[in-house]
């Protein structure tokens, strides 16, 4: 299944760990703990990496995925430092 949607919101958890809010899907449904593969557009590129779901099931406005940077995930995404 394949979804295309905007980034809505970037949350800075700590110095090296990343929140990104999209809005969810109508048809998509998960269970809490799954994981799932974004496909992010970065300088032209096309980047593909997998993400745990860090929004729980029941809230049906978002899905949200929280990183904790190592420098290689996502070279456009903004430093928290």
């Known amino acids: 299944m394949r979804f295309d949607v ?3 919101e970037i949350i800075p958890r ?4 990343l929140s990104f809010l999209f809005p969810r899907p109508d048809d998509f449904n998960y ?5 799932m593969f974004v496909e992010l ?3 032209g590129s096309k980047v593909r990496k997998p993400f745990t779901i860090s929004s729980s099931p ?4 978002i899905i949200e995925f929280t990183k904790k940077l190592t420098g290689h995930e ?8």
């Open 31 to 35: 269970v809490a703990g799954q994981y």
């Open 41 to 43: 557009e970065i300088a």
């Open 14 to 17: 700590t110095e090296d760990v």
């Open 6 to 8: 905007r980034l809505m």
């Open 74 to 81: 996502c070279p456009a995404c903004p430093s928290t430092r």
């Open 58 to 61: 029941a809230n049906k406005d």
